[in-house]
């Protein structure tokens, strides 16, 4: 996947110049508080959430497990309802079928929905360096793109900034994409969308080529959907004359019917509403309303590979609504930016190295960037045990093994860095395995307590930098359960 | 090897491990006749959040409405041509984007200009239109959400997006649902849906709802007895 921001260091160093930055932990901190308090409320409007979330996991899992089938459908009904079906294996097929589309039109620009697809692939990138100028018009997208910044969380790309960090960028850079902000701007938030409004809406009124992605696609029916907000997804879905949409394989669901549950669950686990603003819906093209022309393009790029993956496919569940994000404690602390990808947060930690692989330091690193407290795990609408995939990644950092990468399998190596680990396991093993020579180093290191440093030296230093080391008690269980005949002699 | 034989092919390859569901292998063809897909499913939720009666069910659609800042108005069909004229004369508006099928009643003691819903118009032409009036599809009480389906009474998708105030008639009780799925089961697939809740808001600025961005910034539903 190419949405891998280049250079990027691990994330432990990452986080690190995050937690010192005082604005942006005050900017996470307000932001992810506010939307907690308000998802708890909404979820518990609706008195079966459990039976919900129980059938969203189903549906996903029934797909995932016949996605071949439902893909091959899906491209039937899409075909049948006028649509064009295009397949791409990785990122750069799909920035070459895109560019290719839009060239064809004649046109030298797109207005874009807000696509974690078209990130993930680069798409903007690939546009620009063949002279195909991209304009995101969600309004946290066009922050993100003004201010020449990354993209920090997976529905507010913005939320690292506040308002008046927005007003700035808007003040300053508005006028070189367009129109300018309006004179005497100040930083409230309904001023700051008015800007946004003037500024997008002559790019809205002359686009020709509009670009999307989508939450579902319904392989029964050929429907796409496109849930949002703030009505630009309506704009480039239904004013340009092209409509080309980005979708990864794992978008499908079985039926029309399937809808019921994600338009009840995605809304309020996102932004804690009952029901989104605007959710669009179109099968195919419609005569003489929208688009003439539309092109779907089927986004693999290490989706299969995560899919051959026992424990780890269930990350392709996973419908985007970034709650776990949301009430992450590292993430909170840490921001989206250190995750290095477009999919930052608990997720993130377990889609992006599956997507990528773990071949580069950040991608190796990201399964250790959670205390495995599991709030992820208990907001996630499709029920992803974020947790579980962690430590099945982290083992196979750690110890080696088989994974498949573009369709291969390949037998990874254990990653460096993780060798005092390996060698405490294996002695840990070893001693358990002889009872006489764990009883010996028992009674060793209980005799030695006093002498015991409070930090480990060597390589074990990373470890107790930030811990304790805990105090051995002056007899073992065992000891003390042969002494006393298991607390029947007692007598101190 | 086409892109397409090479996704599949990853697919199945990767599904290798994977034994059919119940042991069986899975049913070719579309869900519906498909036994495996609806009992690997379950759907043990809900069809509609508690029971109500269908005065209350509208009362439910209009407090929704209203909490997501749709202005919610009530009126007979008798009342309703008068109301329709108060409402774009109280917001100025000197045009009105009608739908082809659009009930002329409903518009009968309107002043505005009418602006027909015509393929040949540009948007740029329909930014210049202050209003638009239409029916809807269907009406969902849980979620105040309304489903417009380019129905002869509402037109082209676009028309309900240029103009920044939009007057939604919705036929009670007849139009209204209490929950989503019973929604989906009225509406047609096949029709592009716009799905509408309140006027058009973002939550993109420290995660805090703000209402106003591309969509109409006003949304007036009213509620007409059926007769």
């Known amino acids: 996947m190419s949405g891998t921001f280049i250079g990027m260091p691990a994330f432990p160093k990452a986080a690190h110049e995050a937690v010192n930055n005082a604005t942006l932990r005050g900017n996470l901190r307000h932001a992810t508080h506010t939307i907690r308090a308000k998802r708890a409320k909404a979820v518990a409007e609706v008195s079966d959430w459990a039976e919900l979330r129980e059938a969203g996991k189903r549906i996903k899992d029934h797909t995932l497990r016949h996605l071949d089938r439902y893909l091959v459908q899906l491209e039937e009904s899409v075909t049948a309802a006028g649509g064009v079906v295009h397949w791409a294996a990785d990122?750069?097929?799909?920035?070459?079928?895109?560019?290719?589309?839009?060239r064809a039109t004649g046109e030298s620009e797109v207005v874009k929905v807000k696509s974690m697809a078209t990130q993930e692939i680069g798409l903007n990138e690939a546009l620009e360096a063949a002279g195909i100028r991209a304009y995101e018009t969600d309004l946290a997208e066009l922050i993100v793109q003004l201010g020449k910044d990354r993209p920090s969380h997976i529905l507010v790309p913005a939320i690292h900034r506040n308002r008046g960090e927005i007003r700035d960028v808007f003040v300053r850079e508005m006028g070189a994409w367009g129109r300018a902000a309006p004179e005497g701007l100040t930083d409230t938030p309904a001023e700051l969308a008015e800007a946004a409004r003037l500024h997008l809406r002559e790019k809205f009124l002359r686009a020709k080529v509009g670009v999307s992605g989508a939450n579902f696609m319904v392989a029964e029916t050929g429907t796409l959907v496109v849930v949002e907000s703030e009505g630009n997804g309506r704009m480039c879905l239904t004013l340009p004359e092209t409509l080309i949409s980005v979708v990864g394989i794992e978008k499908v669901v079985p039926a029309w019917r399937d809808l019921e549950v994600f338009l009840q669950t995605l809304p309020r686990s996102s932004t804690a509403e009952r029901m989104n603003p605007y959710t669009s819906m179109w099968t195919g093209t419609t005569d003489g309303d929208g688009p003439r022309t539309f092109h779907l393009v089927l986004l693999d790029n290490g989706r299969t590979d995560t899919l051959a993956d026992e424990v780890g496919r269930q990350a392709l569940r996973c419908i985007r609504c970034s709650a776990c994000l949301n009430v992450c404690p590292v993430y909170e602390r840490a921001g989206g930016h250190a995750y290095g990808s477009v999919y930052p947060g608990p997720i993130g930690a377990?889609?992006?190295?599956?997507?990528?692989?773990?071949?580069?330091?950040?991608?190796?690193?990201?399964?250790?960037?959670?205390?495995?407290?599991?709030a992820c795990y208990d907001v996630c609408p499709v029920a992803i045990d974020i947790p579980e995939v962690l430590v099945h990644l982290r083992e196979r950092i750690a110890q080696g093994g088989r994974a498949t990468r573009n369709g291969d399998t390949v037998v990874l190596r254990p990653a460096k860095g993780h060798a005092a680990e390996r060698a405490a396991m294996r002695a840990a093993r070893w001693a358990f395995d002889r009872p006489g020579a764990l009883r010996a180093g028992q009674r060793l290191a209980s005799g030695t307590r006093r002498f015991h440093p409070r930090t480990l030296p060597g390589p074990g230093r990373a470890w107790s930098g930030t811990r304790e080391l805990p105090a051995v008690p002056a007899e073992s269980f065992r000891a003390w359960w042969q002494r006393t005949r298991g607390g029947k002699d007692v007598t101190e | 090897m086409s892109s397409r034989d090479l996704v599949l092919g990853r697919v199945r390859r990767a599904l290798a491990d994977v034994p059919g569901e119940d042991g069986a292998p899975p049913e070719p063809g579309p869900p519906d006749g498909d036994p495996s897909y609806e009992r690997a499913v379950g759907r043990s939720y809900l069809r509609e959040h508690g029971a109500r009666s269908v005065a209350r069910t509208v009362d439910l659609l209009a407090e929704n409405l209203a909490d997501y800042r749709a202005v919610v108005h009530r009126a007979t069909e008798e009342e309703l041509p008068g109301l329709v004229a108060r409402l774009l004369a109280r917001r100025g508006s000197?045009?009105?984007?009608?739908?082809?099928?659009?009930?002329?009643?409903?518009?009968?003691?309107?002043?505005?200009?009418?602006?027909?819903?015509?393929?040949?118009?540009?948007?740029?032409?329909?930014?210049?239109?202050?209003s638009v009036v239409t029916g809807c599809a269907v009406a969902i009480a849980e979620t105040g959400t309304i489903v417009l389906d380019g129905g002869p009474d509402q037109g082209r998708r676009r028309i309900t997006l240029i103009p920044d105030h939009h007057i939604c008639v919705v036929r009670v009780p007849g139009q209204v649902v209490a929950s989503v799925p019973q929604a989906l089961e009225r509406l047609d697939p096949a029709r592009p849906l716009t799905w509408i809740s309140g006027p058009s808001a973002t939550s993109d600025i420290e995660l805090d709802r703000v209402e106003g961005v591309h969509g109409p910034r006003t949304l007036e539903v009213v509620l007409v007895s059926e007769g």
Do not use: F, K
Not at chain 1, 361 to 366: M, V
Not at chain 2, 111 to 120: F, G, I, L, S, T
């Open chain 2, 94 to 130: 000197r045009h009105v984007l009608v739908p082809p099928g659009l009930p002329p009643a409903w518009l009968s003691a309107a002043d505005p200009v009418r602006v027909h819903d015509r393929a040949v118009s540009t948007p740029r032409e329909l930014d210049e239109v202050e």
């Open chain 1, 91 to 102: 990122a750069e097929e799909a920035n070459r079928i895109v560019t290719d589309l839009v």
């Open chain 1, 350 to 374: 377990i889609l992006s190295p599956q997507l990528r692989g773990t071949a580069s330091e950040i991608d190796a690193s990201l399964p250790y960037a959670s205390s495995l407290c599991g």
